[in-house]
């Protein structure tokens, strides 16, 4: 499989105008030029691509769509190939140099799947389109700001994690059966002998989520990040075995509930509950 591992030897293969620089690099969409893969390939830094009416052949009845769709480095994708030559658009690559470098401008939303789309409203393209001919201007006059380019990333940044909020309260029944399936995922985990503890990234992997966008859309519809909800199960089971059978001792608690040391799970308890779990299932029985 073939992988582009910098700007210049993508945007040849494909079709796009060459980069001006190795770390950043902003353009515009020409459909009618851009060249098709016919087999997957791997980009090995980030994307931002901005797609204004986007229709795939696959699908002539469906909508065109405006749509922000993310590359991470190592994600195999197939692009473009799909689609109607009609739609425009905007593109912002970045190295993995820079995100290193300034990771704290960028969130998660760079590290969504290109399944996990925000879907944009006229006005928000109009908004998005606005901050690329911002861009485009520093990118391409003599004296390159980076640091104006990397504030007008943010600034695009920021607008995605709004316009994903809208899009998650906007259509709520497309969000919920995520809750749900991951909701019943936990409950399923526990049901089974287990080894050690759950992570995000499992329940991600088996919902073909990233671990990002769901833990972005839990902490949406829950109000808590996906690890708590996993630690709030965690000691909910926690209290259930401690009080279901008195004659297991915490170690064995421990040890079901898939922690590999008891005295991390003894401080894990306390710092949730503010007791050791022998205390809980004392005053428990105190109380009875």
């Not at 608690?253 to 949730?272: D, M, R, T």
């Amino acid at each position: 499989m073939k992988i582009f591992r910098d700007f210049e030897s993508y945007n040849k293969s494909i079709g796009l105008t060459p980069p001006l620089d190795n770390n950043l690099d902003v353009g515009y969409y020409d459909p009618p030029k851009i060249r098709i893969f016919t087999n997957p390939v791997i980009v090995d830094f980030y994307r931002i691509s901005i797609k204004i009416k986007y229709k795939r052949k696959s699908s002539p009845d469906v909508e065109p769509v405006s749509a922000i769709f993310f590359n991470t480095p190592n994600l195999i994708i197939q692009p473009g190939w799909d689609a109607e030559p009609t739609y425009t658009g905007m593109y912002l690559q970045l190295s993995k140099k820079i995100i290193e470098e300034n990771r704290f401008l960028f969130k998660t939303y760079l590290d969504y799947g290109q399944h996990e789309a925000l879907y944009l409203t006229d006005d928000e393209v109009e908004e998005v389109s606005a901050v690329f001919r911002l861009m485009i201007k520093y990118y391409k006059s003599e004296q390159q700001n980076f640091n104006v380019l990397l504030s007008y990333v943010n600034v695009l940044v920021s607008l995605v994690e709004a316009f994903y909020k809208r899009q998650f309260s906007t259509d709520p029944k497309q969000y919920n059966h995520i809750v749900s399936a991951f909701q019943q995922s936990l409950f399923d985990y526990y049901n089974h002998p287990i080894s050690q503890l759950p992570n995000v990234q499992y329940f991600a992997d088996k919902l073909g989520l990233t671990a990002n966008y769901l833990g972005d859309i839990i902490k949406h519809f829950t109000h808590k990040s996906a690890l708590e909800n996993i630690h709030d199960f965690i000691i909910k089971r926690a209290k259930e075995l401690l009080l279901e059978n008195q004659k297991i001792n915490t170690t064995e608690v421990a040890y079901k509930l898939g922690f590999e040391y008891p005295n991390y799970f003894s401080k894990f308890f306390k710092k949730q509950v503010n007791l050791t779990p022998r205390e809980f299932r004392l005053q428990a029985i105190n109380k009875n």
